[in-house]
């Protein structure tokens, strides 16, 4: 499948920005699931003052704003050709160990919810138990935009029993590393049926499999990655791999609007079909 995307994001201010710092972690790369075709990340009101690779192996860009911009927008926007493979993201691979990825962060924590989690999943083998988890989390944690934000930890949302993509896969991976398993959270976009435009990138965990590698599992959606998804950025959390992230200093009040449009690419052949 070929899928086009846009990825805007607008940042208004009510006075000058006395100075911001922001990372954008914007640029998708390409991987066994999924081809790059063309990719590109502009920014205006803003200066890009380095680029770089972290070390998840992430492409960032650092914009810095100051003086007297009351908009910055930045567009993300490109062609990738994505594959299904059942959420088998393959080996690992790059400079972090495998080990780092049990590490407990402030969005994974565990507690008594997390724990009472795991100890209600069946006995099975690691993928078994890894697809009850998905299952669980999603039964468990109604889909609800709004009622989190980006703080919010697993535990608490596993308490409200509400949340975003972000709480699922956090609570996915905070479960998982309760087992003893390594997990990782993934940023991205997805091509959602009947529905072009959407207000947020999307999220989902891989945990790591002895013989398969890193697997995908969305507990919002209850489904491994197929060729919908679009990966751009992992980490250990929310915190490593959100599409923009940063600080600002002064006193302007900031406003963020974002759009997110993914569609499947029309072909010649397809247009051709339709006309």
């Known amino acids: 499948m070929q899928l086009t995307i846009t990825h805007v994001s607008e940042y208004r201010y009510d006075a000058p920005v006395h100075y911001a710092l922001q990372r954008l972690r914007l640029t998708p790369v390409s991987s066994v699931c999924q081809t790059v075709r063309n990719w590109d990340v502009s920014v205006d009101g803003a200066s890009v003052e380095v680029s770089y690779s972290d070390h998840f192996g992430n492409p960032v860009h650092l ?12 567009v993300a926007s ?9 959420g088998v993201f393959g080996m690992h691979q790059g400079f972090v160990p495998l080990w780092l990825y049990l ?6 924590k565990p507690g008594k919810h997390l724990g009472d989690l795991v100890r209600g999943l069946a006995p099975g083998d690691d ?10 989390v ?29 709480d699922h896969t956090h609570i996915m991976i905070g479960a998982a590393r309760l087992l003893g398993i ?10 959602m049926d009947g529905q ?42 929310y915190a490593d791999a959100a599409p923009i992230s940063g600080m600002r200093l002064g006193q302007s009040e900031e406003t963020l609007d974002v759009t997110v449009s993914v569609e499947e690419t029309q072909t010649q052949s397809q247009s051709q079909s339709q006309s």
């Open 63 to 74: 914009v810095s704003t100051e003086g007297d911009s009351h908009l910055v927008r930045v």
């Open 78 to 86: 490109g062609v990738v050709d994505t594959e299904d493979k059942a």
């Open 103 to 108: 590490r407990e962060t402030p969005s994974t």
């Open 127 to 136: 993928l078994a138990r890894m697809h009850a988890l998905m299952k669980t």
């Open 138 to 166: 999603h039964d468990t944690v109604t889909y609800k935009p709004g009622a989190t934000d980006a703080d919010t930890t697993a535990e608490k949302a596993l308490e409200a029993g509400e949340g975003v993509c972000q």
């Open 182 to 191: 390594p997990a990782r959270y993934v940023s991205g976009y997805l091509l």
């Open 196 to 237: 072009r435009e959407q207000t947020a990138s999307h999220a989902w965990a891989e945990t790591f499999l002895p013989g398969l590698g890193w697997v995908g599992f969305d507990a919002a959606n209850d489904v491994c990655p197929d060729e919908r998804y679009v990966r751009l950025a992992n980490g250990l959390s």
